[in-house]
């Protein structure tokens, strides 16, 4: 059974900083990060192939980025910048041959 675990989420102040790291346990073609906010739809925040190509919702560009460690099977995300409606509990994705993994996700709470 293909697992992610994700760590780094917590609570952090308006304007805060904190990085998110998930670990899988399998090399992954593309791995990423979405978020689900309470009462919305789950939704991309930013993703890395294992070739180095990275997107970025528009809500996120210019404070987060993504990176990956391709020997350790491990994605980052580095939040910085955040606001309050950052708050989400937010998901490790990976993908082996088109199928879609998921980690059981971290919870980011973002005050004001």
């Known amino acids: 059974q293909v697992q992610l675990v994700e760590s780094g989420g917590g609570l952090v102040q308006a304007g805060g900083s904190l990085r998110l790291s998930c670990a899988a346990d399998?090399?992954?073609?593309?791995m990423g990060w979405y978020r689900q906010a309470p009462g919305k739809q789950r939704e991309l925040v930013a993703t890395?192939?294992?070739?180095?190509?990275?997107k970025y919702s528009d809500s996120v560009k210019g404070r987060f980025t993504i990176s990956r460690d391709n020997a350790k099977n491990t994605v980052y995300l580095q939040m910085n910048s955040l606001k309050p409606e950052d708050t989400a509990v937010y998901y490790c994705?990976?993908?082996?041959?088109?199928?879609?993994?998921w980690g059981k996700g971290t919870l980011v709470t973002v005050s004001s």
């Open positions: 994705n990976g993908v082996i041959i088109g199928i879609n993994y």
């Open positions: 399998r090399f992954m073609s593309s």
């Open positions: 890395a192939t294992s070739g180095g190509s990275t």
